[in-house]
């Protein structure tokens, strides 16, 4: 009877949100996810999703949906992945897409992979690697009639069934909905763009590739709400049964722990490809939380991950994990308009 009440709740989408309030009523969390829907406009009583600021005379006929990531007061270098941070992103982009507002994205010196070197070309990360989202600049938002400041309950406006934008918890319909947002909106700048398709071109060759993503390093702390760890082994044993089943070429490798890397080395010899350049760690600190005196360090993080996953989506097949890299793999992927010929995605659960 309990099962036959909860599919017809689902069924009804008003009825199935109200069922996971008074689930949910008692978890702190949930409850702020709630109540940042209804946060109240600063200069009125009222309560608003939106608030709308008069700041110039430009463009009067348009909405501007300012993204702005940039540096509060006593901010600190955030700890956020890339593919963390772009699939946020996503959702901003969509909310506003849904809208008809034309988006602004500023990610500023508190973003994980600001790096003092780059001013002279931008202090706006996210155009270290891409192109402005819309014809609007940085420069001209203050200038502009309607500006509307993206929020972070935004970010979850279109997602169903209680899922949140960081969450590990995403079905095909949402990467494919990603993988919309991802072609119409985002795109390599110049200078990422050709490096990366030559990495491509000259790493994998045209050959037929069977992509692995392994997320090690921080994964194996088990923290709460994030993927269940899967060994090594279980990787390596999976990978040799689809890539002899297949007759795959070669494998690609994209992981950030040294450990790994050197286990499919062992296993997998001349058959394995892979970024020699990486900066990769060990034990359980991931490269994006590291320092280190190389050249560039935090932009060629940012720009290492971001040819990781365009690497993966260049390849025939993948097996993967639940990770931020992985679903970007996929999404990817899709607004290239091509699909893998196998996906294995190895899940063992949320660790609650």
Same mark, same amino acid.
């Given at each position: 009877?309990?099962?036959?009440? /909860?599919?017809?709740?689902?069924?009804?989408? #008003?009825?199935?949100?109200?069922?996971?309030?008074? /689930?949910?009523?008692? @978890?702190?969390?949930?409850?702020?996810?709630?109540? !940042?829907?209804?946060?109240?406009?600063?200069?009125?009583?009222?309560?608003?999703?939106? +608030?709308?600021?008069?700041?110039? %005379?430009?463009?009067?006929? /348009?909405?501007?949906?300012?993204?702005?990531?940039?540096?509060?007061?006593?901010?600190?270098?955030?700890?956020?992945?890339?593919?963390? +941070?772009?699939?946020?992103?996503?959702?901003?982009? &969509?909310?506003?897409?849904?809208?008809?507002?034309?988006?602004?994205?500023?990610?500023?010196?508190?973003?994980?992979?600001?790096? #003092?070197?780059?001013?002279?070309?931008?202090? &706006?990360?996210?155009?270290?690697?891409?192109?402005?989202?819309?014809?609007?600049?940085? @420069?001209?938002?203050?200038?502009?009639?309607?500006?509307?400041?993206?929020?972070?309950?935004?970010?979850?406006?279109?997602?169903?069934?209680?899922?949140?934008? !960081?969450?590990?918890?995403?079905?095909?319909?949402?990467?494919?909905?990603?993988?919309?947002?991802?072609?119409?909106?985002?795109?390599?700048?110049?200078?990422?763009?050709?490096?990366? $398709? =030559?990495?491509i071109l000259n790493l994998l060759n045209n050959k037929k590739t069977l992509g692995i993503h392994i997320r090690g390093t921080d994964y194996k702390l088990g923290l709460k709400n994030h993927p269940n760890i899967?060994?090594? %082994?279980?990787?390596? @044993?999976?990978?040799?049964?689809?890539?002899?089943?297949?007759?795959?070429?070669?494998?690609?490798?994209?992981?950030?722990?040294?450990?790994?890397?050197?286990?499919?080395?062992?296993?997998?010899? $001349?058959?394995?490809?892979?970024? $020699?350049?990486?900066?990769? +760690?060990?034990?359980?600190?991931?490269?994006? =939380?590291?320092?280190?005196?190389?050249?560039?360090?935090?932009?060629?993080?940012?720009?290492?991950?971001?040819?990781?996953?365009? +690497?993966?989506? =260049?390849?025939?097949?993948?097996?993967?994990?639940?990770?931020?890299? =992985?679903?970007?793999?996929?999404?990817?992927?899709?607004?290239? %308009?091509?699909?893998?010929?196998?996906?294995?995605?190895? @899940?063992?659960?949320? #660790?609650?």
């Amino acid at each position: 009877m309990l099962k036959k009440l /909860k599919e017809l709740i689902k069924k009804h989408d #008003k009825l199935y949100v109200i069922a996971r309030c008074i /689930k949910n009523i008692n @978890d702190p969390e949930f409850y702020k996810l709630l109540k !940042g829907y209804y946060e109240p406009a600063e200069k009125s009583n009222q309560y608003a999703l939106l +608030t709308i600021e008069h700041l110039g %005379d430009k463009y009067p006929d /348009k909405f501007i949906y300012f993204i702005d990531c940039a540096d509060g007061p006593r901010q600190k270098r955030g700890t956020s992945g890339m593919f963390a +941070t772009i699939r946020r992103l996503l959702e901003w982009l &969509n909310f506003a897409d849904i809208l008809g507002m034309i988006p602004v994205i500023l990610i500023g010196k508190s973003g994980t992979y600001y790096d #003092k070197d780059m001013d002279h070309i931008t202090q &706006n990360i996210f155009e270290y690697y891409f192109l402005p989202v819309s014809e609007i600049s940085i @420069d001209e938002v203050n200038d502009c009639y309607n500006v509307i400041s993206h929020r972070s309950s935004n970010s979850n406006f279109y997602l169903k069934h209680g899922y949140d934008s !960081g969450s590990y918890e995403i079905t095909d319909d949402e990467i494919r909905r990603l993988g919309y947002i991802y072609k119409k909106y985002i795109h390599l700048n110049e200078t990422a763009g050709q490096f990366i $398709n =030559s990495e491509i071109l000259n790493l994998l060759n045209n050959k037929k590739t069977l992509g692995i993503h392994i997320r090690g390093t921080d994964y194996k702390l088990g923290l709460k709400n994030h993927p269940n760890i899967i060994s090594i %082994d279980e990787y390596i @044993d999976i990978t040799r049964k689809i890539c002899e089943e297949n007759n795959y070429e070669q494998i690609f490798l994209a992981t950030d722990d040294l450990e790994v890397l050197k286990e499919f080395q062992n296993n997998f010899y $001349n058959k394995l490809v892979y970024y $020699n350049d990486a900066f990769r +760690t060990s034990g359980i600190i991931g490269p994006h =939380s590291t320092y280190n005196d190389r050249s560039l360090h935090h932009y060629k993080l940012g720009l290492e991950v971001i040819r990781d996953v365009y +690497t993966l989506a =260049s390849c025939d097949s993948l097996i993967c994990g639940l990770s931020q890299v =992985s679903f970007a793999a996929r999404y990817v992927k899709i607004s290239m %308009d091509q699909e893998y010929n196998i996906l294995k995605i190895i @899940d063992h659960g949320i #660790k609650q």
